[in-house]
């Protein structure tokens, strides 16, 4: 079994250190400019650029049946019917109806213009009771995507400039510095300097050519640098060509996590830019759940699709598991897995983070509800930061644990940093007597210090055309 003394700060730690520094995001955020009318304008035509064929068929669809709401954590913890999904699309309707729907003209004539206030009430559903995790989608007899129009309308907040004020100031951060919580290129080869000085592990840092390229988050370097150190432990033991390069290394994007597609964009152009400059032909995500759709399923080239692969963390280690390249040893206790609802029910990535934890011969017991069905915790989408939002999150929180409770697991282990913060600060709240883990953390832990049995094959070799361009 690989140990190393304690080098960082506990995860509680940790989330206590982020607590007073989201607390004082609230005074950092932007004020708005803009008149009422040109706000209400701007949502307005925000909604209508981004209402393709898909968004008018849900929008059309949707039967109110109320079958969602059975689905939906918040509503099932809290029981307020202003929770209930198919309540979320109603401004979206009402925008979609009056100005481009097939009978635009009628409901003109019978409903009243969107006013700020309306928007204003909008904020609450869909930033603060909507983690976007997608399970209503899976009971929807009409396979309506609530959360992708709950993440158009967060775009249309975005440009009536009601982001919620922690989500706000950190967007307008990434947005002007390129940083999160202060975490800059600097910060990331600090915490290279350290992790190597106080552990004695090198990691590659802005190699000039390497097969993987690692991502790495803010979390990492403001807090937890645990899991950058646990990371390098694992790429190291694996024998990989790998880097992480500091001028492309953070997962984290609020453009995602505001709606400011925009920014969205600006973000994952470093990271591409810099993966292709040293030919990678694997991009390797950080525990760092919204990164997964942020980079996974959207960034293109104009030429055309991406000239590398990009993988999950626990994708690969699933993969190098199942491969027999990870030799890791035993681990104690009975333990269950939280798939994060962005890399699991809307990702796929369901085989990989068990084959690890059968790697480890764990006494594995799945949740009631697991995989597709999995509960959310209630923290994703930006939401653990919105102190507004806090009762909302803690009573729906208490469902998760429910399900882990069931399983009668001493363990429980996690692969995103969102579910984590979520999960540590439910454990301290609820004095929980569970323990919380990261997948990836875990998996240094139990490290058989000895090379890979299985001889490493060189991936697959992608051409790069350098003049490919930016994210379209």
Known sequence: MNTTAQVFPTFEQVVQGLAGQIGQLRAMAPQPTLSETVRVRRAIDTLIAETNADEAVWLESCIRCGQCTTACHYFQATGETKYAPMRKMNLYRKVYQREIGPFRWWYQLVTREVKLKDLEELQELVYDSCSEC??????????????????HQRSALVAAELVPPELAALRMEQKHAGTVFGASSDSLRKMVDTIREKAGVII???????????????????GNGNGLLATAKVMNHLGVDWTICSDGFESANFGLLSGDMSLWKKQVNPIVAAAQRIGAKLLVIAECGHAYPALRWNPMLKSGDLPFEMMYMSEYLGRQAK??????????????????CKTGRRGGAF????????????DFVEMPANKEYNWCCG???GIFLLERATRLREESFKIKMEQVNITGAETVVVSCASCRLNFEAGRVKNHWDKKVESLVELVAEHLIDEAPAIPLKPLHAIPINEDQGAIA
């Not at 190699?207 to 790495?216: D, G, N, Q």
């Not at 040893?329 to 994060?340: C, E, Q, R, V």
């Not at 085989?351 to 764990?362: G, Q, T, Y």
């Open 134 to 151: 997608g399970r209503c989608t899976m009971v929807c007899p009409m396979g309506i995507d609530t959360a992708s129009l709950v993440h």
């Open 204 to 222: 590659p840092l802005d190699k000039e050519r390497a097969e993987i390229m690692v991502l790495s988050s803010a979390v990492d370097l403001v």
């Open 323 to 340: 491969a027999g390249r990870l030799k890791l040893s035993p681990l104690a206790g009975k333990i269950t897995y939280h798939d994060p």
């Open 351 to 362: 085989d990989e983070p068990r084959a690890v934890l059968k790697a480890m011969d764990a």
């Open 379 to 381: 923290g994703g989408a």
